[in-house]
């Protein structure tokens, strides 16, 4: 079976940072793209960043590109987000999966919660 298991999250203040981590079970993590994704109250789940096979290639969506740093550990089965200068709007649930949506269950997420 496939697990993500998401953890790092917590409360921060604006400008604050965080460092999510996702252990990955059940695949061999070299073989996928990855991604984390968050999901904010009343909206739909959203990608904002995703890494290649290697970590040689990463994308940002807009509204996190120059704050938010994905990296991967392919030995370890780790996938990480650094959070920089965060915003009240980057409250959210955190997830990690594969780059390709569909491919894998989702796990429990973890909690994002900037406010002063």
């Known amino acids: 079976q496939v697990h993500f298991v998401e953890s790092g999250g917590g409360l921060v203040q604006p400008g604050g940072s965080l460092m999510l981590s996702c252990a990955v079970s059940g695949i061999t993590l070299r073989f996928n793209s990855m991604a984390w994704y968050r999901q904010a109250p009343g909206k739909e789940r959203e990608q904002v960043a995703n890494?290649?096979?290697?970590?040689?290639?990463?994308h940002y969506s807009d509204s996190v590109k120059g704050r938010f740093i994905i990296a991967r550990d392919n030995a370890k089965s780790l996938v990480y987000l650094e959070m920089n200068n965060l915003k009240p709007e980057d409250t959210a649930v955190y997830f990690c999966?594969?780059?390709?949506?569909?491919?894998?269950?989702w796990g429990q997420g973890t909690q994002v919660t900037v406010s002063s």
């Open positions: 999966n594969a780059g390709s949506v569909g491919l894998y269950p």
């Open positions: 890494i290649s096979l290697r970590g040689e290639e990463a």
